[in-house]
């Protein structure tokens, strides 16, 4: 989607990431600089596949406000899935999963 | 200006007036008013993405009053602002979802969230009025039961968060 796409996807990543530290609030500085980088990382990566998957589902309206709503939630949930997978790999690797 | 944001101001400036005795009221108020300054200016300026600005303004309401807020009534303005925070991702939401709502009725919603806020901070001053041990003996609240429970709620309200914890911790 050109640069309309990029600003799109930058405010959506933006958007989850306060939202997320608003509501669960991080423990510390640091905890709150690597959930910032995580969730706009992965909003900004993320968020068109999201995207593309919502439309093709027919969730979503193809357009701008598509893209940053699609960008918003998985940035919003990344930090939580991210947990949530590293928990299971911890699991498997010491043998209890 | 129209009537809405009018009588917004007004609101606030009566607010303000009556919480003189509440520590950081004013502060609140000032920067509350700053956030839907800057919000409105984005919006009249005709900028787009004006849910976001508006979420941006929000949010650094939100992170001013998690930094400096001590005392138990600010969980509720700290809860009004992620409210607020939340309206402006349902806007983003409900447009891509194709059922947009109108302009109107998402200013509706934040003229209404800023109203709570006025309230929180008017009836936290209201009932530190009331609660005084010399000022607020009238009328019914002079005595009895109706006095040890506005005393009571305004003990609550104005509780104090200890060194090292956060101000949420105390509820």
Same mark, same amino acid.
């Given at each position: ?97 | 200006?129209?009537?809405? &944001? #009018?009588? *917004?101001? !007004? ?5 303000? %007036?009556? $919480? ?5 009221? @004013? ?46 009534? &600010? #969980?509720? *303005?700290? !809860? ?5 925070? %939340?309206? $402006? ?5 409900? @447009? ?76």
């Amino acid at each position: 989607m050109g640069a309309e796409g990029v600003i799109a996807k930058v405010i959506g990543a933006i958007s989850g990431a306060l939202l997320a530290i608003t509501y669960i609030q991080p423990r510390s500085i640091s905890g709150l600089i690597r959930r910032m980088f995580v969730s706009l990382g992965f909003g900004y990566i993320g968020g068109e596949s999201a995207y593309e998957y919502a439309v093709y589902m027919h969730w979503m309206v193809r357009g701008t406000d598509a893209l940053i709503a699609a960008t918003c939630g998985v940035s919003f949930f990344s930090w939580w899935v991210i947990g949530g997978i590293l928990r299971v790999i911890a699991k498997k690797a010491s043998g209890e999963g | 200006m129209n009537i809405f &944001e #009018l009588a *917004l101001l !007004i609101g606030a400036f009566i607010t303000l %007036l009556i $919480s003189w005795r509440v520590p950081r009221a @004013a502060l609140w108020i000032s920067l509350g008013g700053l956030d839907y300054l800057a919000s409105s200016l984005w919006w009249y300026a005709g900028l787009r993405f004006h849910p976001f600005a508006t979420l941006c303004c929000d949010f650094l309401m939100v992170a001013s009053i998690y930094h400096m807020a001590k005392q138990r009534w &600010e #969980l509720g *303005l700290f !809860i009004t602002f992620q409210l607020s925070m %939340l309206a $402006s991702v349902l806007k983003m939401f409900l @447009a891509a979802i194709g059922t947009p709502i109108t302009n109107l009725a998402y200013a509706q919603v934040l003229e209404a969230i800023n109203w709570v806020a006025l309230l929180i901070i008017g009836g936290t001053a209201i009932i530190g009025w009331l609660g005084e041990p010399y000022v607020g003996r009238v009328g019914v609240f002079a005595t009895g039961r109706w006095r040890s429970a506005i005393v009571a709620i305004n003990q609550s309200l104005r509780k104090t968060r200890p060194p090292g914890l956060k101000f949420y911790q105390v509820w």
